[in-house]
């Protein structure tokens, strides 16, 4: 087969969609695929698309009628002047727009769509409209790729998707380079050696569970454990998650904002914490995993497929503060468990999450799409 040239369509990213996209583009581009972006012009100054071709494609987060059509006609002008054997489409945003795009077209291109996270509930009127067009569109989308099993389920479930036309492929990170535990920890700003800290690193919005983590904390401190708190990110909810920690005391909740290559301080941690309320798959379990840490997860979405529970680290009820701090509680308290746990992980992070399998598993997904489009058997 000739080298695929592929059109990856992407809106404003942050947090583990951003890295999961970037990486997939170098790792496709090292592979030997001719590789184009149609992004927002703020994401061709990105480090990572260094050297890749970008085309102007002004999506936007949220729903804004006007200016959604203008994206579709945009995308739909590319593609009739640009010649692609593939188009990527990331998200709900860009699977909506880039699949209504193609349709005026008399020869579309092969289309692979990637549903990063939760899939919209049934119920409100929005809702319902966007699920009634994902419905619609899906017949037109050659392969949906989820992150998850979950994923995958709420997909055939909710937006009629043929199960033969999708496929999970879970998220893969690459093992990064810990700081001595000392320094990690200099960074945190743990002044007591023998104190066990807890973190959570993410994006500090509603759905990030930050509130219950908090709370969860608090309920800590009351049963006079001895541990510190340090929350690595930054976000619109900030500042409100701040003002709840002042009440808890500043010697032991930590705001460090965001912080580059933050998963370099995960040495410095005892215990990492996901408290989600939605999640489709989650990188920062996976790479707490990888640093041998114990990862407590809410179960939703894909992460219990991610933290095995009693084997790689505990999983509790989304919202639940008590179960949280009763699950935090009982990890403080046993250092080999701790530690049992964190090797376990270590274990099944390297066998199943790895960057090189996605992006592995990505490119067979195009080959058999393109090929069945030209009608070769592989």
Known sequence: ??????????RPMQGGMRRHVLDLIAGLQKGGLEVTV?????????????GIPCLPLELVDGVHLMKDMR?????????????????HLHGAKAGLVGRMARRSLPVPPPCVYTVHNQV???GGLVKRVLNTLERRLAPETDRVITVSHRLEQDVVATHGVPPWRTVTIHNGVEQATLLPRDHARQ????????????????????????????EAFTILLARRVDAELVLIGDGPLLSDYQQVAGKIGPARVRFLGEVPQARR???????????????????????????????????VGGLPEVVIHGKTGLL????????????????????????????????????????????????????????KRQGVML
């Open 316 to 371: 509790v009820p989304p919202q639940q503060a008590v179960a949280l701090a009763d699950a935090l509680q009982l990890l403080l308290q046993k250092a080999d468990w701790r530690m049992g746990l964190g090797l376990a992980g270590q274990r099944r992070a390297e066998e199943l999450f790895t960057r090189q399998a996605m992006i592995e598993a990505t490119l067979r997904e195009y080959r058999a799409v393109v090929a």
């Open 187 to 214: 960074i945190l700003g743990c002044e007591d050696s023998d104190r066990l800290v807890i973190g959570a690193i993410g994006r500090m919005v509603e759905e990030k569970g930050f509130s219950t983590l908090l």
């Open 38 to 50: 149609a992004c927002p012009s703020e994401l061709h100054r990105e480090r990572e698309l260094d």
């Open 1 to 10: 087969m000739d080298v695929i040239r592929v059109l990856q369509v992407v």
């Open 120 to 122: 919209l509930p049934r």
């Open 265 to 299: 301080l995960l040495s410095g941690l005892d215990i990492v914490v996901q408290p989600s309320h939605a999640e489709g798959l989650g990188l920062v379990p996976i790479e707490a995993m990888l640093a041998a840490r114990p990862v407590i997860a809410s179960a």
């Open 71 to 87: 994206a579709v006609r945009q995308l739909a002008k590319l593609l009739r002047e640009q010649s692609f054997d593939l188009v």
